[in-house]
């Protein structure tokens, strides 16, 4: 039997759609998702396994100009997944307005590997809008098949998927055949933590939020974790811990849920609150955080 396996990234704009569309074809919650825009800051690999094949999703941070050191990496890691796609997915929804001297559009209709423009969230336009959508994206992406679909309620997702079975180079697997993703069980705990802090706290607080897993203690019936959170100033931690700590509280409870349900297995959860001053902008830091 033949076997077939390749890298299939997905990029787009932030809050398209694509942390949304990346679970639902691997049918698991690996990326965040929240309706705030540059929820995803590293590029995280999702690896669908079955006998005949292995497909390696890659979500990206959205594709955005930056304006501080850490975007600058984020759009390094979105780049990055235009050089080494077997399949590439541009992820849209219909009010996006492609610009054809856009650099990035044009290496995407240059590629030499096959393009799927996917047209995301329908559920909330008209067929007819629909329609108008793809012809923009004809005179843009001419090369690119178009796929309309709804990754939040799962609608044609499938459509995608069957297509990206048949684009997948025949190639022995890249990973184990039991991998799920190339990232490690520290930084799923950091995102599960990050995800409530862009939930629920407003402007600029989420965007000013690194958290470190300090310690990840597993026995047979408990796991111990211990995660930093830091912050750029001193008032930002005062709105992140909250009157009498409530604030932070709510966000520990709601992190571990999710964690005891992602590990299906009791979590003990500390937090603690630091100031690293101006983080965002220093290379020395956004590297120790893991940014490449
Ligand atoms: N109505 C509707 N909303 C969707 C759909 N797909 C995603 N969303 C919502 O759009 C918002 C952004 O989704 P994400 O998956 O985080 O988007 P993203 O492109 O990964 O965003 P960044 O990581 O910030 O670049 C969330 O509120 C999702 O629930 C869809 O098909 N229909
Ligand atoms: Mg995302």
Redesign the pocket.
């Known amino acids: 039997m033949t076997h077939k396996a390749g890298y299939v990234n997905i990029i787009?704009?932030?809050?398209?759609?694509?942390?949304?569309?990346?679970?639902a074809m691997m049918g698991e919650k690996l990326?965040?998702?929240?309706?705030?825009?540059?929820?995803?800051?590293h590029r995280i690999h999702g690896i669908l396994n079955a006998p005949g094949y292995q497909v390696i999703f890659s979500?990206?941070?959205?594709i955005l100009d930056p304006s501080y050191k850490l975007q600058e990496n984020m759009l390094k890691a979105a780049r990055s997944a235009l050089v080494d796609a077997d399949v590439l997915i541009y992820?849209t929804?219909l009010d996006e307005s492609p610009d054809p001297t856009d650099p990035f559009l044009q290496k995407i209709a240059r590629a030499k590997v096959p393009v799927l423009l996917v047209i995301?969230?329908?559920?909330?336009s008209t067929q007819e809008q629909v329609h108008q959508c793809m012809e923009k994206w004809e005179k843009v992406l001419p090369g690119a098949e178009k796929i309309p679909?709804?990754?939040?309620?799962n609608?044609n997702v499938d459509t995608v998927f069957s297509r990206i079975l048949d684009l997948l180079p025949e190639s022995p697997p890249y990973y184990p055949k039991d991998a799920l993703t190339d990232k490690s069980e520290r930084f799923f705990v950091g995102e599960m933590i990050r995800e409530k802090i862009l939930l629920h706290y407003k402007q600029e607080v989420p965007y000013a939020v690194e958290v470190e897993v300090e310690s990840f203690k597993e026995d047979e019936k408990l796991i111990r974790i211990s995660a930093q959170i830091y912050v750029e100033r001193e008032s930002q931690k005062g709105i992140l811990i909250g009157n009498e700590g409530k604030a932070l509280k709510r966000v520990g409870k709601e992190a571990r849920l999710d964690m005891e349900d992602f590990f299906r297995k009791k979590v003990f959860l500390e937090l603690r609150v630091k100031v690293k001053k101006d983080w965002r902008n220093n290379e020395r830091f956004i590297k120790d955080f893991g940014y490449r």
Do not use: H, W, Y
Request: glycine residues 8%.
């Open positions: 787009g704009k932030p809050n398209v759609g694509k942390s949304t569309l990346m679970n990326s965040i998702i929240t309706s705030r825009a540059q929820t995803t800051r979500d990206t941070p959205g992820l929804e995301n969230k329908i559920d909330l679909v709804s990754a939040l309620e609608f």
